[in-house]
């Protein structure tokens, strides 16, 4: 499931980032968001996401929500 479908509050697991760009590749990395790592949605906004990885809350949008598989 997408990161996108996620309910609020849950922890995740990543299973693995859906995208051919190495730069957004590299830009989740740098987050700690990688294959293996757990990640909750902490609240929905209307342009995106607020997630939880690791010890950080970062506001995502929705194209790299879906990006992200869960």
């Known amino acids: 499931m997408r990161l996108t479908d996620a309910h609020e ?3 995740y697991t990543i299973n693995r ?3 051919q760009d190495e730069e ?3 830009f989740l ?3 700690g968001c990688y294959s293996g790592e757990p990640i909750s949605v902490v609240s929905r906004k209307k342009s995106g996401l ?3 990885i690791k ?3 970062y506001n995502i949008d929705h194209l790299l929500a879906d990006a ?3």
């Open 68 to 70: 992200i598989e869960v």
């Open 9 to 11: 509050g849950a922890e």
């Open 29 to 31: 990395f740098s987050l």
């Open 50 to 52: 607020v997630v939880s």
């Open 55 to 57: 010890d950080g809350r």
């Open 24 to 26: 957004l590749n590299a």
């Open 17 to 19: 980032i859906n995208t």
